[in-house]
């Protein structure tokens, strides 16, 4: 089973997400920051990250870089949560080794559409 | 496939509650340079953004943008911390909070304050930076359609020629290659000769490079969109064939936003201002604008009114408490019902050890569920920092807020509620209470004045001070003011808390002017009703020149009450055990009988009206007499009053069910409960029957009065 692993300081977010990659028939495991999904990433495979990229205590390009670190990550797709404020933080994520990007706000069937991008 | 959302708006509304009471929290206390702090005040405003934008809540959505943009800046820098941009965020958290409160009713907002608020924030944006918008929509390269005149298939050649380490970051080409078969028919033909010989080879880079053929009616955007994430890993060459041989070759280099307005100068009118403004100056216009349409989208997207039914978040810690207990109490019944299963008496003792813990587990079981409801009672303080900010502003007084117990715990329905009454308290304080930097530099205390809110626990109470240290309640001005409004008598001797007590009197206000913070129609009666209302008390305390304390004593919840059950006839009442005084054997020389009916218990220096239940309440009592009667004693309102019982019983908590929700509201009654043998008791409403008895008296009175004329 497909395996994604979600990182969102946001509640909210984190639960639509999580009720979206489920309802899709993912199987989901959540982090809360950065640092949170560095250590779930670190005590299991995923085969899909999904990442904010503002967090307390770490934030998502950090966690992208530690993770491209990790031999069972290099190639991993990771997609950083960005909104379109956040100008320059798709190169930022790009340079720190994400695949890619989905542009806030959350839309379910773009989630979705997405993610056959980077998934088989 | 349709996914909705919706049930994700409490907990989005929620967060974002919460989101604002950390950004006002943070406002008031941040300082230059203090980037953490800075920090996650953005982080709030993101989150809020994020999911408003997701619900459609499109006005929140773009003033929010606004105060992120601000944040923004101070964050890294661009623009210093001064305290002028700080209160035009502190009155944006005001109106963010009006606006997601519309928005979740399903209403539209139509607060001047909005408008006035988002003007300032686009004026003080725009005098600083030129491009903020500019850069943020550009890059999310909406995806236009670039127009495409003909149905007809079009021929696309594609060259993608990935960088060795494309694979690093995740992509995958077969997968950008399924994405291109959605548009059409695909030819892929890989070039490899690039490819090393295998010696050489490194397994963690691409080699290979990509001849593509597409036919399809797909724009060249499309195409671009699909190579969106690679475009700086790779080049890219795409190349369309037509009928006639026109080729026209873009790559990726160009900025495909440009390349749109370029290709499509009849874009429409309304997306251009929508998502791409030009220039700096019309931002302040383009905001107020972008609010104003937004309105139609907001009506028609904002979800229908809910009942809100409100959710508590509860800490781990107390479930897992909770499905603890839960284990033991399955553990004892099952122990009970094996006991049970072939009892003598020799198993008598092992039943009552069972029957003690299971007692144990009840206990422990309903500690652990109430403690569920309990919040720590910062919820409720953690609005007076701001509160006291503006109305120092307001006031020119400098006050300092000190705040002390705040973990205290206290139920969620009597923290809802006492909220309101603690504002006009404080309010009181600081408008009536602190005096002004000079007078009190002239009594020789410090010119800040100081506002001390404490609550603590005290004997299944929870008691929350308020304190100034102010010029304290003046005695004498109070008083004249009484007997100017005929509320005691010209000559009545009162002691300091029977002088006190007159401010609650309806219709009592000191101030010499009603000002625009406190003294305005609500009155200190309505925040000693409201409090009553909630089963506690207030008191105050206070000391000419010295400052003055209120103190609100109230239940720690509302749903259970330790209470005496009494024996009236054949029926059980029941006392709440806080307004017992004491109960007593009525002894013959105490008893006063004075005109008609009322009769005065002398209670050592006090004289107490007695009041028989049996009369009240219609009932058909074993003792009539007061000779042989029990008298309890209950206080309200400072009144005492003795209640005349046949008979004391237990001491017991008592779960309280409403009676105005099962039945109707009751005179004297507050509600009832279920006793252990499952006969339905009374909860006597002691202020109730006070009012009640006090009454009687009074026509009694008046009656006489007649009858004598």
């Known amino acids: 089973m497909t395996k994604i692993l979600v990182v969102d300081d ?71 949560l960005t909104t379109e404020s956040s100008g320059d933080m798709k190169l930022k994520g790009k340079a720190a080794g994400a695949t890619g990007w989905l542009v806030k706000p959350f839309n379910p069937e773009k989630l979705l559409a997405t993610i056959k991008r980077v998934i088989r | 496939m349709s996914i909705d959302l919706s049930q994700f708006i409490p907990s989005f509304l929620e967060e974002s509650f919460e989101g604002l009471e950390l950004m006002e929290s943070s406002l008031l206390t941040l300082e230059a340079g203090d980037n953490e702090t800075i920090h996650s005040i953005f982080r709030a405003a993101h989150s809020i953004k994020g999911g408003a934008g997701t619900f459609g809540f499109i006005k929140v959505t773009d003033f929010t943008h606004l105060v992120e943009t601000l944040l923004d800046e101070m964050r890294d820098g661009r623009r210093k911390i001064v305290q002028s941009d700080v209160e035009i965020l502190l009155d944006s958290v005001d109106c963010i909070r009006l606006l997601i409160e519309t928005a979740r009713d399903g209403e539209d907002c139509q607060d001047e304050k909005i408008a006035n608020t988002s003007a300032l924030l686009a004026e003080t944006l725009g005098e600083k930076q030129p491009d903020i918008v500019t850069t943020s929509s550009v890059d999310n390269s909406q995806s236009n359609e670039v127009l495409n005149e003909s149905s007809n298939l079009n021929q696309w050649g594609i060259s993608f020629l990935p960088k060795h380490q494309l694979v690093q970051t995740g992509n995958d080409p077969l997968l950008l290659f399924n994405a291109l078969a959605d548009f059409g028919e695909l030819i892929v033909q890989a070039d490899t000769d ?30 671009i969109e699909v190579f969106e994430w690679v475009e700086d890993e790779c080049e890219l060459i795409i190349t369309e064939k037509k009928e006639i041989d026109e080729s026209r070759v873009v790559t990726e280099k160009i900025e495909p936003s440009a390349d749109t307005k370029l290709s499509n100068p009849n874009i429409n009118d309304s997306q251009t201002t929508n998502s791409v403004p030009e220039t700096t100056p019309v931002v302040t216009q383009k905001t107020t604008a972008n609010i104003s349409t937004a309105d139609k989208n907001n009506a028609d997207k904002a979800p229908s009114k809910k009942a809100d039914v409100g959710s508590i978040r509860v800490g781990v810690d107390k479930v897992d408490s909770l499905i603890n207990l839960v284990g033991e109490l399955v553990i004892t019944q099952s122990m009970l019902s094996e006991l049970g299963n072939d009892f003598d008496v020799s198993k008598v003792e092992r039943l009552k050890s069972g029957l003690e813990q299971l007692l144990q587990n009840t206990k422990e079981l309903q500690e652990s569920v109430m403690r569920i409801r309990m919040l720590p009672i910062s919820f ?39 909220g309101d009454p603690l504002v006009h308290l404080v309010r009181n304080a600081a408008d009536h209470g602190i005096e002004s930097g000079e007078v009190r530099l002239a009594n020789g205390k410090p010119e800040q004045g100081t506002i001390t809110l404490n609550a603590y626990h005290q004997g299944g109470n929870i008691v929350i001070e308020i304190n100034d240290d102010g010029g304290g309640i003046n005695r004498q001005a109070v008083l004249n003011k ?39 129609g609500v009155g200190m009666d309505v925040v000693k009703r409201n409090i009553q209302a909630l089963g506690g008390r207030i008191q105050v305390d206070s000391e000419e020149g010295k400052g003055s304390t209120f103190k609100v004593h109230l239940p720690l919840t509302l749903a259970i009450l330790d209470g005496q059950l009494v024996r009236v006839g054949s029926q059980v ?137």
């Open chain 1, 10 to 80: 946001s509640n909210s977010i984190r639960d639509m997400v999580n009720f979206t990659l489920q309802s899709a028939g993912y199987d989901t495991e959540q982090a809360c920051n950065g640092q949170d999904g560095l250590t779930k990433a670190q005590g299991s495979a995923f085969d899909l990250v999904i990442s904010d990229v503002n967090m307390p205590i770490m934030d998502g390009i950090t966690l992208c870089q530690e993770l491209r670190k990790l031999p069972s990550f290099k190639f991993t797709p990771i997609l950083m």
């Open chain 2, 194 to 223: 690039e490819l090393p010989p295998l010696t050489e080879m490194n397994s963690e880079e691409l080699y290979l490079s990509w001849q593509l053929q597409l036919s399809s009616d797909c724009t060249e955007q499309d195409i």
């Open chain 2, 380 to 418: 409720a303080f953690n609005r007076f920092p701001r509160l006291i900010h503006d109305l120092s502003k307001k006031t020119g007084k400098s006050i300092e807020l000190i705040i002390k117990g705040e973990q205290t715990e206290l139920d969620k329905t009597v923290m809802e509620q006492i």
């Open chain 2, 482 to 520: 009484a007997i100017e409004k005929g509320i005691v008598e010209p000559n009545a001797s009162l002691s300091d808390s029977q002088v006190f007590d007159l401010l609650f009197e309806p219709g009592f206000s000191t101030a010499k002017e009603v000002s625009d913070i406190s003294g305005r």
């Open chain 2, 573 to 709: 009442y029941i006392i709440p055990l806080i307004s017992i005084v004491e109960s007593l054997q009525v002894q013959k020389k105490s008893i006063n009988r004075v005109s008609g009916d009322m009769i005065l218990y002398r209670l050592r220096e006090d004289n107490v009206p007695v009041l028989p239940v049996y009369q009240l309440f219609n009932l058909e009592a074993i003792n009539k007499e007061l000779i042989n009667a029990l008298l309890v004693v209950v206080e309200a309102d400072g009144q005492k009053v003795g209640l005349m019982v046949d008979d004391l019983l237990a001491q017991q908590q008592v779960v309280i069910k409403s009676l105005k929700d099962n039945y109707q509201q009751v005179d004297g009654i507050s509600g009832a409960t279920i006793l252990g043998d499952g006969s339905v008791a009374m909860i006597l409403d002691i202020p109730g029957m006070i009012n009640i008895a006090l009454t009687q008296a009074k026509n009694a009175q008046k009656f006489l009065e007649q009858e004598t004329a």
